[in-house]
């Protein structure tokens, strides 16, 4: 669940997407393997690409407190825990912290965080006046205000009333675009309102966040986003956990320059139509070059009566995939993340994880790399999906998958190794259960710092070093 987009003021950048990623193996075995032109992902940002990746920090040190291991050098303050009370006053911090961007301020950092709650989430989304969508649904977002030190200034509800807040993406004009990853109609459980939809929050103020949907953007299992800031073009990813799987979207929007609120002028929905490939789980190999990538208007983008996937498209119909996650624009590029695809659940073939691009003015689509197990993987099939670009060169992954959970960086030699392992267990000491790493971001302004959340029990942390070391 996740995204990732350099802020076009080249201060900070944000993940890609979280779920079900490596499976974990120990602090040096990283179990991923990779195979395609790695060196294409640091496109994005002239500083990653020409540092390309140190070869890491060094061995993880275990943390005395039992919370977050390190390497050396390094230091982590805990921002935020679910459970405790918003500076705000508002309630409690609310549950399940995953994607999550950061916003540069003077002297400041804004984080936004998504809460990825369900229906059975221990701690909601305080339903907050002027920024709650549908009191029936327990999800949304929260704003921090990081100083110094990692000092928490403010800590505040951005918006109430969504449901499974996945992941998203920033806009050029420094607002959070929050995705639903549910499409359930009011009427389901709690629900009063139609779920699956996209929601524009305002990181600075609450009083500028209007909790109403963005309605031409479409109605499906959002994913992530992202901007081509030429022209506005919005990515969109849907993850649909059965068949037909999930399309890949582009929003037209009808004001291009953009700005806040600009989105809700409308535009055309479009999904991603790669003739002779309906599934693109069946293109195996890296550097595959496709060009007449078209797209079909959405005949139905609220999907009133049918979801958008299973609508007819006409001729050829459209190009689905399993797991479709993280987005993010690099260059002149969007880059998209397609998780894992198996047979045996209606994929056309099998992978461990690809990363695609699309080159808007060409009309090319190129599978950039694919991710796979080695040796040391346990449980095949756990797949990547968070990754970020960090400032100093190199990508930053974070792991979902079975045993001890880690961020990893990567660096263009394909070389992996460890950057944080969670050590808070939610299960018991003989069937310990390792809480997933989500929503890693980048800011700097002179000091850089890695902001990562642990998705249960929620935990935001501020990470501190020498980044730029060799």
Same mark, same amino acid.
């Given at each position: 669940?996740?995204?990732?987009?350099?802020?076009?003021?080249?201060?900070?950048?944000?993940?890609?997407?979280?779920?079900?990623?490596?499976?974990?193996?120990?602090?040096?075995?990283?179990?991923?393997?990779?195979?395609?032109? =790695?060196? &294409?992902?640091?496109?994005?940002?002239?500083?990653?690409?020409?540092?390309?990746?140190?070869?890491?920090?060094?061995?993880?040190?275990? *943390?005395?407190?039992?919370?977050?291991?390190?390497?050396?050098?390094?230091?982590?303050?805990?921002?935020?825990?679910?459970?405790?009370?918003?500076?705000?006053?508002?309630?409690?911090?609310?549950?399940?912290?995953?994607?999550?961007?950061?916003?540069?301020?003077?002297?400041?950092?804004?984080?936004?965080?998504?809460?990825?709650?369900?229906?059975?989430?221990?701690?909601?989304?305080?339903?907050?006046?002027?920024?709650?969508?549908d009191p029936g649904a327990?999800?949304?977002?929260?704003?921090?205000?990081?100083?110094?030190?990692?000092?928490?200034?403010?800590?505040?509800?951005?918006?109430?009333?969504?449901?499974?807040?996945?992941?998203?993406?920033?806009?050029?004009?420094?607002?959070?675009?929050?995705?639903? &990853?549910?499409?359930?109609?009011?009427?389901?459980?709690?629900?009063?309102?139609?779920?699956?939809?996209?929601?524009?929050?305002?990181?600075?103020?609450?009083?500028?966040?209007?909790?109403?949907?963005?309605?031409?953007?479409?109605?499906?299992?959002?994913?992530?986003?992202?901007?081509?800031?030429?022209?506005?073009?919005?990515?969109?990813?849907?993850?649909?956990?059965?068949?037909?799987?999930?399309?890949?979207?582009?929003?037209?929007?009808?004001?291009?320059?953009?700005?806040?609120?600009?989105?809700?002028?409308?535009?055309?929905?479009?999904?991603?139509? =790669?003739?002779?490939?309906?599934?693109?789980?069946?293109?195996?190999?890296?550097?595959?070059?496709?060009?007449?990538?078209?797209?079909?208007?959405?005949?139905?983008?609220?999907?009133?009566?049918?979801?958008?996937?299973?609508? *007819?498209?006409?001729?050829?119909? =459209?190009?689905?995939?399993?797991?479709?996650?993280?987005?993010?624009?690099?260059?002149?590029?969007?880059?998209?993340?397609?998780?894992?695809?198996?047979?045996?659940?209606?994929?056309?073939?099998?992978?461990?994880?690809?990363?695609?691009?699309?080159?808007?003015?060409?009309?090319?689509?190129?599978?950039?790399?694919?991710?796979?197990?080695?040796? *040391?993987?346990?449980?095949?099939?756990?797949?990547?999906?968070?990754?970020?670009?960090?400032?100093q060169g190199g990508l930053?992954?974070?792991?979902?998958?079975?045993?001890?959970?880690?961020?990893?960086?990567?660096?263009?030699?394909?070389?992996?190794?460890? =950057?944080?392992?969670?050590?808070?267990?939610?299960?018991?000491?003989?069937?310990?259960?390792?809480?997933?790493?989500?929503?890693?971001?980048?800011?700097?302004?002179?000091?850089?710092?890695?902001?990562?959340n642990v998705y249960e029990?929620?935990?935001?942390?501020?990470?501190?070093?020498?980044?730029?070391?060799?």
């Open positions: 669940m996740g995204y990732l987009i350099v802020n076009p003021r080249g201060v900070c950048a944000m993940s890609v997407s979280r779920r079900r990623l490596l499976a974990g193996t120990g602090a040096v075995g990283a179990g991923i393997a990779f195979t395609g032109a =790695v060196e &294409e992902l640091f496109a994005g940002d002239a500083a990653a690409a020409a540092a390309g990746g140190r070869a890491g920090y060094g061995p993880l040190v275990p *943390d005395p407190k039992g919370v977050l291991d390190l390497p050396r050098g390094f230091r982590y303050t805990v921002l935020s825990r679910e459970g405790e009370r918003l500076r705000s006053g508002e309630g409690a911090v609310p549950s399940s912290f995953d994607g999550m961007a950061a916003f540069p301020g003077r002297g400041r950092t804004w984080l936004v965080r998504n809460h990825e709650n369900r229906p059975d989430a221990e701690h909601r989304v305080p339903p907050v006046e002027g920024v709650t969508y327990l999800g949304g977002c929260t704003a921090l205000e990081v100083g110094h030190g990692g000092r928490v200034h403010t800590e505040r509800v951005a918006i109430a009333g969504t449901a499974v807040n996945c992941a998203g993406g920033p806009t050029p004009w420094n607002t959070w675009l929050t995705c639903e &990853e549910n499409e359930d109609k009011a009427g389901t459980g709690d629900f009063t309102k139609d779920h699956g939809f996209i929601f524009e929050v305002d990181p600075y103020r609450q009083d500028r966040t209007v909790p109403e949907p963005l309605e031409a953007m479409g109605r499906f299992q959002h994913e992530a986003i992202a901007v081509d800031p030429r022209d506005g073009t919005v990515y969109e990813t849907e993850d649909a956990f059965e068949r037909p799987f999930g399309l890949f979207y582009r929003f037209l929007p009808r004001r291009p320059r953009g700005g806040f609120g600009s989105l809700r002028a409308g535009g055309r929905l479009e999904a991603m139509h =790669v003739p002779g490939v309906p599934d693109l789980s069946t293109v195996q190999q890296p550097g595959t070059v496709i060009d007449g990538v078209r797209w079909k208007r959405v005949p139905d983008p609220l999907a009133k009566e049918t979801p958008i996937r299973f609508q *007819d498209f006409g001729r050829g119909g =459209v190009t689905h995939a399993q797991k479709l996650e993280g987005c993010y624009w690099g260059g002149d590029r969007v880059y998209f993340v397609t998780s894992f695809a198996r047979r045996e659940e209606g994929s056309g073939a099998d992978h461990f994880g690809q990363v695609w691009s699309y080159e808007p003015r060409a009309g090319r689509l190129t599978l950039v790399i694919v991710f796979g197990p080695d040796t *040391d993987v346990r449980t095949p099939g756990e797949s990547p999906d968070n990754i970020c670009l960090a400032p930053m992954v974070c792991e979902d998958g079975g045993g001890a959970q880690h961020v990893y960086g990567v660096t263009r030699r394909r070389e992996v190794y460890p =950057v944080a392992r969670n050590r808070q267990n939610t299960g018991t000491e003989a069937e310990p259960e390792w809480g997933e790493f989500a929503g890693v971001t980048f800011c700097g302004g002179g000091r850089t710092t890695m902001y990562v029990p929620g935990t935001t942390f501020a990470v501190t070093g020498p980044w730029n070391r060799h």
